[in-house]
């Protein structure tokens, strides 16, 4: 029997309506001739009151407490599924992690799969079951405690299972009707995609575009399941949404698929660095070590007259999340007072955004950085910093452009035309 | 190390306020020395929220998605209460039922006990742990599916753990601060009792004293368990709350240790039923067959001229809950279409109200009705039904007067006095 999985996040689910409606897509699926297995998220709003509940009870929570706890959400949502599709005459039944089992490394809040065994799973539906709801998010210990993957866990649940399974597709139901150009807000021109590349699903969903989590693509392009985004709460067919998959499912790519921004960057330039070997370890060892998550890096050499020898300087810029600059501050004055790096002037810029053109076509098509910096140049935006991978370009710029940026590279690489 | 059971119900857990206050009682039990189990109920509201939500979702809802979704409850209170007894240094874990195991019959939402091995909670216990705080009201079955015991149960789940483990003693934490002579809403003369036999307990909680689920008691008589009620949300210590014990363990008893009373009876007569061996059997059989609780069973006979003959006839009474009388009529009348019996009208009173006076003192001391009728007399109270056992007398009387028998036989037996 041919197989696939469904995965409902939290606004699927968010009241018995939706749960309803949730459980009428699953029925279409099993009437088509499917085993269906449906991961569920909590009902929206029930893992933060769970959350919140631990926290205002325990400063320093005991994580596996904290996942026995938040872990009861997707248990209710599962049940109360099991109970509408078996309400619409579909054999089903529910399935806590601990049963199936899904056995998890014991890093609670943040743990790993081990194992999906699939006989119990299968033995049912040898039994005539045709539905499996499985509470996504968790899974249980070597030790028997409960654990959880953390935020968006559900995604990498229904990847995982899709994998141990043989899934002929993932299709993972949200609200939003699959993956764009680039954010719709930005620019009505924003067109959906039919297909996307896993890398380019990672560029993007690392970058703002916050459909999939990023470690069930990264599983997705591991076990070559093929994962589709679609909306809830519109009527969906075999072509609807966005189907991520395999480069090589893509016939033809463009050098550029998407344009993705991130808001809420800042950026950090020490001033006059030593230019010695080790420099570079010496202050991103310690920005590490304080949990800042560095994203862009630029140095500059120059020399500089110090003391009456002429010795090799650098400015050392990088970028990070607006929210972690304090820390970062502290962390490279720290290592100043320490004596392991030395500089004049520390300089931060807060008003910065960053966007990047993303696209697995650059890997074939030459120019897309001269294309983008020239279209940034037409409309007079300033780059203050420029990193590049192999299937994308980013740009750090004044946060005030940041939208007529991202409008005028849509434009640039022509993507609003299918 | 001695060990104590301690149950805290949903009003007792009913916040987070509420589970810090009650984790305050359990620590002071690990200070004095104690091992501690703690069974917790969801916090209040909780339940019925969930039992609405499967409801609304599926009519005919299979127990056991009922029973995964609505044991999530008492999960999450475990898993707070183990996080705040850890806040306050107190080494404890929470235990789901499966985790136990907490092995049940697999009788959905009505489950009984199988088996509570001690292994993985004594491993723990010596390890170093000092708490184990068990979600109460549920456990698993021998296919590995949640079960619950039906409400109530987590006063069930209590003294199932204390005769496991042999505890010195169940304290069951409640709203209320022990077990009175009677209602103290009806007269201000009630008096908490100290102490009350299991067999006193029994009768006054089935008839209307909602302290402890009844079949809590019955197990709690069986394994001779000290079960104590008492209040969360006093300042208590060794002697608060009323101890119910064993017999042996009540120096000297009154006559009468309570006065128990239930407003929601009724009174249902079948005038004029042929008297032959076998009538009361095709009577109770339809009744039982319909559900429904029949409670005081009187019958009265007499002789009737029938067609020229001298036949034995009787009109039997009986009382049933007022919201089963619907059904109860229904099942006489069908089954005297059937011919199965026969009477010429059945008379329904649904103003009446049960009074008993009930103590384990009555084996021993003669006179108990006898002073019962002329208290009642005395207030011109008509006595509309007797029945008696052998630690009760309880009578059948007009409503309007139920809160007069109530004291007139609180006066009657001396029970504002210690």
Redesign the interface.
Known sequence: MPLLVMKFGGTSVAD?DR??NAAEKVKREVMRGYDVIVIVSAMSGKTNE?VG??E???????A???D??VA?GE??T???M???L??MDVPA??W?G??VPINTTSAHSAARFVSIPRANIDAKFAEGFKVAVVAGFQGVSEE???TTLGRGGSDTTAVAFAAAFGAERCDIYTDVDGIYTTDPRITEKARKLDKIAFEEMLELASLGAKVLQTRSVELAMRYKVRLRVLSSFEDTDDNSGTLVCDEEDIMESKAVSGIAYSRDEAKLTLVTVEDRPGIAAAIFGPLADAGINVDMIVQNISEKDYEGRTVAVTDMTFSCPINQVARAKKAMEDARSKGSINYDDLVVDTDVAKVSAVGIGMRSQSGVAARMFAALAAENVNIKVIATSEIKVSVLIDRKYMELAVQALHDAFGLEKA
Chains 1, 2 share one sequence.
């Open positions: 018995l749960i309803a769970l509940w631990v205002t009870t325990s400063h320093l929570y005991d596996r407490e904290y026995a706890v009861s248990n209710v599962a049940g109360l099991a109970l509408r078996q309400e039944r529910s806590q601990w049963q028997g405690r409960i």
